[in-house]
């Protein structure tokens, strides 16, 4: 049977590991095929891990999602179902990392917000994105001198909340042309 | 209801080594006597009424209910990734995001598109009157192609087939002339059920099609 690589999960980082359970040796027919049953039960599994964070972090973007095809239609055989199956526990280890790391961020931005009410002056030209507090939309908070340069020379400061777009998704040309978005604070200190 | 000329579900054929492969993998079809044309008020109402009930909350979770979900995993063990070619389901449900609601093209599409939307099986059409006897999922065989697909399937292939050739590619496309056209008098629905499908699912696609058509 060829080696049979069975992830097991690890307590410690909680990250997939690769771990070989089985040595080369001859396999009948009946062991491949009950080799492809676990497989394809591996990669249901997983499929299904994968879809659940999907739903968790939507609406957050920029997260690798893909695992990629395998040539079908047609009956994987047990080295492509192992590929498949590693693709997918490598996705899903990669997007747990992924969103633990947003997490921290956007606990550190919305910290960062109440910071900023809290006290305008001492966050001047911060400016925080909704998607950097894991929110939709376009919205920002952004501490500015109140009534503008007479504000500035009187040290008065406010945290302004925009309300984004007039439209859902801004004009159609920018929604083409705007890049995919990166984790970016977005902050602008001067 | 059905009309004169349709005929009640009938189970066709899976190859013996597909069926042990991913046993429940199915194939039920209807013929329906009729071509497509224009829909009716009653499906584009109902069409208006799914695209109430699907909004973006419930379009992202879909691949997680139960029947999305054998689809997807299905597409991975067949070597088809549904996030590039999404399962039916989920096709359908990325056209209403994307053009803010299910919108009526013809009878057949809109037909089509409720029995999917509701039931969650993939179901297609092909034209009835050039279909040759039962049809079958099998591998394709050396040296078979597609007609309308330059050169040669690759051995092994998963099709929908007839007596006679193969039709379409599992899930991909219909051969050149096997579809549904403006000239199509009868049309054959086709609902392919997975490995986590149950069988009442297939049946209930197949009864929407043909009640919406009707």
Known sequence: ?????????????????????????????NETRVARVELRRQIARMERELGELFADTFPRRGIDWSVGAAGGPRVLGLGELERIRDDLAERVADAKVEIAERADHEQGSRELVERMIADPAEHRWVRVRSEDVGEPGCRHWHSRPRWGFIGLLCNWWRVKLSSGCPLATGSRENAARSPSTTLDLGLQVT | MTDAGDELSRRGRVDPGLAEEFPGLRINSARVGRGSGRSTRGLKQRLRLLSDRMAGAQAIAIRNRPIPWAYRVFFRHI????????????????????????????????????????????????????????????????????????????????????????????????????????????????????????????????????????
Do not use: C, Y
């Open chain 2, 79 to 214: 070597g088809l990734d549904p996030d590039e070619q999404p399962t039916p389901i989920e096709e359908a449900v990325r056209e209403r995001l994307l053009r803010g609601g299910f919108r009526s093209n013809n009878l057949l599409d809109d037909a089509l598109t409720v029995a999917i939307v509701e039931s969650g099986v993939a179901v297609r059409a092909f034209d009835a009157d050039r279909i040759t006897g039962d049809l079958a999922i099998r591998p394709s065989l050396a040296g078979e192609e597609l007609e309308g697909r330059p050169g040669l399937l690759p051995e092994g292939t998963l099709v929908i087939a007839d007596d006679a050739r193969s039709l379409a590619l599992l899930f991909g496309a219909i051969g050149s002339g096997r579809g549904v056209t403006p000239s199509t008098q009868a049309i054959e629905l086709v609902a392919l059920g997975v490995p986590g499908v149950p069988e009442i699912s297939v049946e209930e696609a197949l009864w929407l099609a043909v009640d919406s058509m009707n």
């Open chain 1, 1 to 29: 049977m060829s080696a049979l690589f069975e992830l097991k999960p690890n307590p410690a980082d909680d990250q997939l590991r690769i771990t070989p359970e089985i040595d080369h040796v001859e396999s009948t027919p």
